[in-house]
């Protein structure tokens, strides 16, 4: 009996299946940060697809958060209102949906300062940030707890915070880039403490089901390995965080060897040393891929990136391949 088409409960959610929608950027909201036709178009599409969650792209907490300024924001009202609309769609068509909020950190493009744990760039291609200073860091948290309201207004299912890819979270949690001196900054505990207390200040709003993406390795000497990451998520369980979306790498400029499957191994780790939850995410493509790692455990969901995109339908090509019977959408079974 194939497991990725196995319910899962986490919390107070139960999802039809194992399939996850990754979270990623379609760079298509105004300036103004809002969702518009392509949004309310492209998510309900893979709702109707078959996946059992799908989780928003990275949505700023704040105007200078985004990665560019076509990404999706919920720093107002208005932006949530207009994400409730997709919400809709989505539950309209049998799956769960999800948000990353997200800061971008020192690799923001928008106009203006950007913030950082410290002043340091990217790259050369990238600008100089501003190091946070206390009344900054506190306004951030702010801003991330604002959010999870606004998230929890509009509907959504599951929040995950984006703490990976070398994003303002990731950033304060890496050596390779965080060279604070106070609280903030030099021990492991202190790196963590950013990321602890935005937790917190989410759980204070927010009784759902809670994710963190993590990079679980920064490959580069000097930064954060999966033993890292391990103590991290042993702290993320046991400040109330459900799952841990382990992705790897973008803190600094770095090519990594990738392959089907190639972070999985991370994902395995983590679960089996934590005791926590896991997805595994990254050139998952195949059903036969995804099937044995949720039936070797080595993840409990499995999130897929690219392959939804070319393909909304992938779940249901992949329970027919599968043995699975699973019930399309009667407009569409002629086709299957």
């Not at 809002?34 to 799908?54: E, F, S």
């Not at 100089?128 to 959010?147: K, M, Q, S, T």
């Not at 204070?204 to 390995?225: C, I, K, M, T």
């Not at 099937?291 to 392959?307: H, M, P, S, T």
């Amino acid at each position: 009996m194939s497991k990725l088409f196995q319910p899962i409960q986490i919390r107070n959610l139960e999802l039809k299946n194992r399939i996850v929608m990754s979270p990623m950027c379609q760079y298509s909201a105004g300036e103004d940060g809002m969702a518009n036709d392509w949004h309310r178009v492209h998510y309900p599409t893979r709702a109707i697809g078959g996946a059992g969650l799908l989780i928003l792209e990275a949505t700023a907490v704040q105007p200078n958060g985004r990665i560019t300024e076509q990404d999706l924001g919920i720093w107002n009202d208005e932006q949530a209102q207009a994400l409730a609309e997709i919400v809709k769609q989505i539950h309209g068509h049998g799956a769960k949906a999800g948000i990353q909020l997200a800061h971008a950190g020192r690799k923001s493009t928008v106009r203006g300062a950007h913030d950082a744990p410290s002043a340091i760039a990217f790259s050369s291609d990238y600008t100089v940030p501003e190091a946070l200073d206390r009344h900054g860091i506190a306004r951030v948290i702010e801003n991330f707890r604002l959010a999870a309201v606004r998230a929890m207004q509009a509907g959504f299912d599951v929040i995950e915070i984006h703490a990976a890819h070398g994003y303002l979270i990731n950033e304060f949690l890496s050596p390779l880039c965080n060279q604070r001196d106070d609280e903030y900054g030099g021990t492991f505990d202190n790196r963590a403490r950013f990321l602890l207390e935005i937790v917190a200040a989410t759980r204070s709003v927010w009784d759902g089901p809670l994710f963190v993406r993590v990079s679980a390795e920064e490959y580069a000497e000097g930064g954060h390995h999966v033993e890292d990451t391990v103590t991290l998520a042993r702290l993320l369980k046991d400040n109330d965080v459900d799952l841990v979306d382990v992705s790897s790498g973008g803190v600094v400029p770095f090519r990594i060897n990738d392959y089907p499957g190639y972070q999985t191994g991370f994902s395995e780790q983590i679960r089996r040393e934590a005791g926590i939850l896991t997805g595994a995410v990254g050139l998952i493509s195949t059903p036969e891929l995804a099937e044995e790692i949720v039936q070797n455990k080595r993840a409990d969901l499995v999130f897929l990136g690219r392959e939804l995109l070319r393909n909304p339908y992938w779940p249901i090509h992949a329970a027919k391949q599968l043995g699975v019977e699973l019930q399309v959408p009667k407009q569409y079974a002629r086709a299957f």
